[in-house]
């Protein structure tokens, strides 16, 4: 038998004590882990938007992919590769490997988060099989716990779709929206109800609001319509005359919605409200520029009541995404005339939207079937958004 140099020898004893290093760091055993708990602390948050890639470009994008067209979001494969795949782990002698999309599914069950082996390695107590080792120093925090939680959840895609859209998008409308001042049913059924238009309500159902501007002190009064059961059944007989209008106006003439959020009728100025995607919905389908103006739209020839409303609610010339994305121009659905400039006022004047979030709110727009064709790609798909940089048109 031929003898073992001391070279080869003193290699192999470092190899093997390498070896037994980068195995000792996927014990977790010491007195320290038992103070210790890697439960998650809270029910997940599913308004985060959780996606296996940190960079998502969006399915309706300009011919080449602009500001607002592209999702970049901490996502999976970084957090996996920060606290289980680095060079000295799992991304290198250490198996398995969790270096892509396949190898991390082999530990993931589609749709289930708490029965997936991957959830299980970084929310275990049973520190022989938690992921990343304690005595790494590295423990996930509650967001990337959330982004793993809900990516898998919502059915762990390699690249996601609109149940990954969805509810991040309705949260960043509804939190960014609806303030007191802004798109909310309260301030606008309490104006409503001020102004006398409500049988049965007074100004004694409201309060006073008071918003001071915070670049120029400036105050304004709003008023609200402060109990939840009157204010639910206010706002929801609305939105179902205003269903009831526009699903045939002529037979149901009498249903036309005459509370409008502008002057004359509102003591101050108020939005359509913005607060649940029932609200959003409704906002999309039946814009706020047909069911309120500030001028007479229809007279009642029998009683003469002037009504606000438009009859013709494709007629108009703003949208969700034209004001929320200032890369894109938006024709009136009726009549087919682009803008000539852009909206979009709600993500840059009013909301401070980040161009991350807009994109995620147009993907989930042009994603949910819930959202009609006609508000998406305009009548025969003759395209109702316009790029402005390339004079790309978006069709279905």
Known sequence: MKKISVIKMTGLILGSLLLSLLIMQC???????KLLNRNMSEVPDSGVFSSFYDTTVIAVRDVTADVNDKIIKRGVKTIIK??????????????????????????????????????????????????????????????????????????AKE????????????????DGCSSANCHNQATATGAWARKGLIAGLTSSDTSQFIYTNPLTGAQTIYCQLTNVNLRNQVWTAYKDSVKKFYADTLAN??????????????????????????????????????RSNSSVQYTDPVTGAKFYAKGNYLNVS??????????????????????SNHQGDMAYG???????????????????????????????????????????????
């Open 27 to 33: 014990t977790k055993k010491g007195e320290n882990a």
């Open 253 to 290: 003439a009498s249903f036309r919605p005459y509370k409008t959020f502008a002057t004359p009728i509102s003591a101050s100025s108020t939005r359509g409200p913005l607060n649940s995607y029932d609200d959003i919905l409704l906002d999309i389908m039946y814009p706020k520029s047909a």
């Open 82 to 155: 920060e606290y289980c795949a680095s060079s000295n782990c799992h991304g290198g002698l250490i198996k398995p490997n969790l270096l892509s999309y396949s190898d991390i599914m082999k530990y993931v069950t589609p749709g289930n988060a708490t029965g997936s082996k991957l959830w299980e390695y970084i929310t275990t107590n049973d520190f022989d099989k938690a992921m990343p080792p304690v005595n790494s120093n590295k423990e996930l925090s509650l967001t990337d716990k959330t982004v793993i939680h809900n990516w898998i959840a919502n059915g």
């Open 159 to 174: 690249f996601p779709a609109l149940v990954d859209f969805r509810a991040p998008a309705i949260r960043l409308i509804v």
């Open 350 to 396: 009013d909301g401070g939207l980040k161009p991350s979030e807009v994109a995620l709110i147009k993907a989930w727009y042009f994603a949910d079937p819930n959202v009609p064709a006609v508000w998406k790609y305009g009548n025969n798909n003759s395209g109702i958004f316009k790029y402005r940089k390339s004079g790309n048109i978006i069709r279905q």
């Open 318 to 339: 703003s949208s969700m995404v034209s004001r929320v994305d200032s890369t894109v121009v938006l024709a009136n659905p009726f009549t087919g005339v682009f803008a």
